[in-house]
């Protein structure tokens, strides 16, 4: 049968797929386009060329299509062609096979039914001819229908190739997506990772068709940031800098402004992708920044939001703080313009929202109304985009600046579940095999993959994970053993939603930490919130096993928010309540039992001119709520932080500044005698001697000697140390030395000297070092604890004169913990309040980082917290969840034994481990099982579909990536492993190879994207 037709044009990729739907039948799909790798496997010797995408015939030439044939399946072949094509099919010995063609508004399609005597793993063939003139052919797509009566995705007539006397059975599919990744291409089954649903960033019916048929549910996705054209026919749109600078990456993409305009047409792309087949939209990343504020498009908004004329950002606090609100409400109208329009015109389309957490936006100036945001009843969930480029964001504790991923992405993600707490929105976990830095090693990748895919699986309440975004940065750059511990997890992901979870090891719970929207609002200048002090009240608590909550503050106004809280951490100096209706709800908290840690109490916000607290005649929120709480107190003077005094240092030493590859690493002797004061202090700085190159002081090794006695000696990093480091301004440790690039530098200070005394300084030090001594001029100031039961090593707190302390008079009956050494004013106590509590700490929280002593008067301060609200203060050397099988555990200060036996998921080979050790500091993702009984499967890498398990024979079918080496770890016990075979769902033979280890076998063969099928015979 010929059949013709004039065609129109579309680009689609090669691709093989098929559908997860649960019927009687199996739907697969070849997609094929002229040029490419699929086209060329398939195309029969002495083809016509392939010219500019297209595959031409002309006159008698042509080409032949070999296609899989599977006995009985019904073929439907649609192509795009310009001119007339002939085409007609032929079975493998020659003969040909009935076709019938027909024509529609999308193109033409030639249908045909394969022979059921057609042999296993034989080919069809459909030739193509162009009988008047040319004809070229731009793409061609293949359904089969086979039938499928077990209904476990397998086509009937390849299951006959099994041989088996009982059917795989198909394995549990959920009734709602609960795994996603986002792509920015077309269906390509090299890049389809085995998930429910894809977030596809595009509207294209073209594209979205391509994943549907692939068996995915598509939601499209898309971002805010618009490209050069655009930037340069509407630079007033541009985010724009103080210097008047746009905000764009990489001089191609540009950051916008929310205008009105813009949101309708984001709003058009959106609808436009639903309409075009889409069940679904994620907008994601509606990012405005601390640094912009400058560009006439926002200068408009500001004039019809306040109805003054624009005052730059960074010209007051109130400016600052009247941007930030604005720029929160501009993206609140955003994302609500576009998710009410798509509810409008597709009420059934699911909406989704993606953005980073609370903490990572405020630390990178990002300002987001994250809780405005969530509670919007257009958003109906929400993608938490928690990876290794947030986690890995630098932060301090205990007096060391450094990467925590785990601790910082178990942060992150327990402050988004915290913000969507009781609103039935489900929360999606984003985790990302390799980040966005092209720069890092492979072993830097793998590492930070496992910290933030444990941290995310210890949140019982969430079983929805986006497993990864960008396939093709992933799968076309990791090496084979990574690509098989990514498909491993992924496929034990596509489970989880099976298993309720519960955390099964980890420390008290009930202790709680506080965020706001309001603290990307106070990250810009004139005056930007130290973080440090974020974090330093979150970070040492999840490093020791606290399954710290994180709650919203503007959520805390909502009956029964607060339940689950006993102990609640707030400090108001990155952050300020939003209205005196929270304080009452905090009040009611306290006085019904809940203990409130207050930390610090002064910062330049406090003063802002239009705040509802200065309104209300208090000097700061503090006031208002301890008001409220009914704890009968004043403020008392407060000493304001004070700049450290840099007193004129003197050069002693410089390194080279061309040095990068420490070269010069050695010890260096320096001698301080002369700069020792007169009441036994010297100190000493480090800094870069070329800061404009990035590449400073690297310092493993510090020891000090009195008249060659030592008299402190210790690694950079450690304890010790920070006992001496009085100055930090923004250097790292890089696992083994302390350095300071740029603009960065730190100082030690050495007190108590004998007078007289010949000191000096030996330093392991390399790379571009500049090093310079002062005499320091009085005394560190410090706490004196009044409880004679205090540890030893807190009973003194050296102080930091940068960090101010806010002082309040306790009231009559409260107990004082710490007073100030000078002037004796009362620092730390506790009051009690109705049946609960108030622990007030007049410091800010940023210096509960600065020294390990500071972090353990820190966690002691909760355990005192926690105490008075009769709780354990019970901190775990490690986090342990179990979900069914699943085991992710994560080692804080010992190592962990879980006891047992379990196959490895973040081993590519999925590794037995008996009695395994999980060492300090590493994380493991394992999956019980218990020896014996009789072979089966145990795991395999990838998605699993179904399976079938008897005394003689084990059958599964399991999905990953075309060409990524599959794994399958099947338990023989006593018995021995005959064979094993393979087929794709083509019924064409894939080969299998066998390694025997022990009483388990593994499999290893080449995986597709629309299944394998694997049976061994014991």
């Known amino acids: 049968m010929i059949s013709r037709h004039a065609g129109w044009l579309g680009v689609m990729i090669a691709a093989l797929s098929v559908s997860g739907a649960r019927a009687a039948e199996v739907r697969k799909v070849l997609r094929i386009i002229p040029g490419s790798a699929n086209e060329a496997a398939l195309l029969a010797p002495g083809a016509a060329p392939a010219e500019q995408g297209s595959r031409v015939a002309r006159g008698t030439g042509g080409w032949t299509y070999r296609l899989p044939a599977v006995a009985g399946a019904a073929y439907r072949l649609r192509y795009r062609a310009e001119g007339a094509l002939d085409m007609q099919v032929f079975r493998p010995d020659g003969k040909p096979i009935a076709s019938r063609h027909e024509t529609g508004p999308e193109g033409a399609a030639l249908s045909f039914t394969v022979p059921a005597n057609i042999p296993a793993g034989a080919t069809v063939s459909v030739r193509f001819q162009a009988p008047e003139g040319e004809a070229r052919l ?152 601390a640094r912009s504020g400058y560009s006439d498009a926002f200068k408009k908004e500001w004039q019809a939001a306040y109805g003054t004329p624009w005052t730059p950002p960074d010209a007051d606090i109130g400016s600052r703080y009247r941007a930030e609100q604005l720029k929160a409400r501009l993206t609140v109208r955003q994302i609500d313009t576009i998710l009410s329009s798509v509810a409008k015109a597709a009420p059934e389309a699911r909406r989704i929202l993606a953005v980073h957490s609370p903490v990572t936006y405020a630390d990178w100036g990002i300002v987001m109304p994250h809780s405005e945001l969530f509670r919007l009843p257009s958003v109906q969930e929400v993608i938490g985009q928690v990876w290794t480029g947030t986690a890995r964001t630098p932060n301090r ?81 990791a090496p084979e053993d990574y690509v098989g511990v990514i498909n491993n997890v992924v496929g034990a992901l596509s489970e989880a939603w099976r298993f309720p979870a519960s955390l099964t090891r980890a420390g008290a719970a009930g202790i709680a930490a506080v965020t706001s929207d309001t603290l990307s609002y106070q990250r810009g200048d004139p005056s930007p919130s130290d973080f440090d002090g974020v974090h330093a009240l979150a970070l040492p608590l999840i490093g020791h096993g606290i399954p710290l909550e994180t709650l919203n503050l503007e959520r805390c106004v909502e009956p029964g928010y607060l339940k689950s809280a006993r102990v609640l951490l707030l400090s108001y100096d990155a952050m300020k309540p939003t209205s005196p209706e929270v304080h009452a709800a905090l009040a009611l908290w306290v006085r019904g039992g809940g203990v409130l840690a207050l930390f610090g109490g002064t910062d330049a916000y406090d003063a802002l001119p239009e705040s509802w607290w200065r309104k209300a005649g208090h000097r700061s929120p503090i006031d208002d709520l301890l008001a409220q709480i009914g704890v009968s107190t004043r403020p008392i003077a407060s000493a304001a932080p004070v700049p450290p005094a840099r007193p004129q240092a003197q050069e002693i030493l410089r390194g080279d500044g061309t040095e990068r590859n420490l070269n010069n690493r050695r010890p260096y002797t320096l001698d301080l005698s002369r700069f020792v004061s007169p009441s036994g202090s010297v100190a000493v700085r480090f ?54 690039d740029g603009g960065a530098y730190w100082e030690y200070r050495f007190d108590n000297i004998p007078a007289g005394s010949r000191v000096t300084l030996t330093v392991e030090m390399g790379n571009g070092f500049l090093v310079r001594a002062y005499t320091p001029a009085g005394t560190i100031p410090a706490l004196t604890a009044l409880d004679p039961d205090t540890n030893p090593t807190l009973k003194t707190v050296r102080m930091r004169q940068e960090y101010g302390i806010t002082a309040y008079a306790p009231p009559p ?131 699993v579909e179904a ?59 080449q995986n597709r994207a629309d299944g394998i099928v694997l049976k061994a015979e014991w």
């Open 138 to 289: 731009q793409d061609a797509t293949l359904t089969m229908t086979a039938r499928d009566k077990n209904q476990n995705g397998i086509p009937d007539a390849v299951e006959a190739r099994l041989g088996l006397a009982s059917a795989p059975k198909p394995t549990p599919r959920p009734t709602r997506p609960m795994t996603a990744f986002q792509t920015g291409g077309p269906y390509d089954p090299t890049l389809a990772p085995p998930t429910d649903a894809v977030l596809v960033f595009s509207s294209s019916r073209d594209a979205i068709a391509g994943w549907m048929e692939a068996g995915y549910t598509v939601y499209t996705m898309g971002g805010f940031r618009d490209g050069p054209e655009y930037a340069k026919a509407h630079p007033d749109e541009v985010q724009t800098v103080r210097s008047g600078q746009p905000m764009v990456i990489e001089n191609v993409s540009y950051y916008m402004v929310p205008t009105a305009e813009r949101n309708r047409r984001s709003a058009a792309y959106y609808i436009e992708g639903v309409q075009n087949g889409a069940s679904g939209v994620c907008p994601e990343e509606p990012e405005m920044f």
């Open 813 to 943: 009956d409260a107990r004082i913990l710490y007073r100030h050494t000078t002037d004796q004013r009362p620092v730390i106590w506790l009051a009690r309040a109705g049946k609960g509590a108030v622990l007030f700490t007049g410091i800010a929280p940023g210096f509960f980082g600065v020294s390990a002593q500071a972090d353990r008067l820190y966690r002691d301060l909760v355990r005192r917290a926690c105490a008075a609200a009769d709780i354990p203060y019970e901190p775990s050397t490690a986090f342990t969840s179990q979900r069914g099988p699943y085991l992710a555990i994560k080692a804080l200060t010992a190592h962990e034994e879980p006891g047992g036996v379990y196959i490895d998921l973040l081993s590519p080979d999925l590794a037995v481990r008996r009695e395994p050790t999980v060492e300090v500091g590493e994380s493991a993702f394992l999956k019980a099982f218990t020896p014996g009984g009789g072979p089966r499967l145990l795991a395999a890498s990838g998605r």
């Open 397 to 477: 504790v205990a007096g060391v600046r450094a990467e925590r991923t785990f601790e910082l992405g178990y942060f992150e993600y327990a402050s988004l579940v915290g913000l969507l707490k009781g609103l039935n929105k489900p929360l999606w976990m984003l985790m990302d095999p390799l980040e966005d830095n092209p720069n890092r090693s492979m072993e830097d990748y793998r590492r930070n993959y496992a910290e933030t895919l444990t941290a995310s699986l210890l949140f019982p309440s969430t079983s929805r994970f986006e497993v990864m975004p960008w396939p093709d940065r992933i799968y076309r750059r």
């Open 687 to 740: 800094e870069d001697v070329t800061p404009e190159d990035g590449w400073g002081p690297w310092v493993r090794s510090v020891e000090l000697r009195l008249n060659d006695q030592i008299g402190a000696s210790f690694l950079t990093g450690s304890s010790v140390e920070t006992r001496f480091l009085v100055e930090d301004h923004g250097s790292l440790m890089s696992g083994e030395a302390r350095y300071a």
């Open 947 to 1005: 399976q079938s398990e008897t005394g003689t024979t084990t059958a599964f079918t399991v999905r990953a990536p075309d060409g990524t080496r599959g794994a399958a770890r099947l338990w023989s016990g006593t018995r021995r492993l005959k064979g094993a075979r393979a087929w794709d769902m083509w019924g064409r033979s894939v080969p299998v190879t066998i390694v025997s280890q022990d009483d388990t076998a593994l499999l290893r063969y």
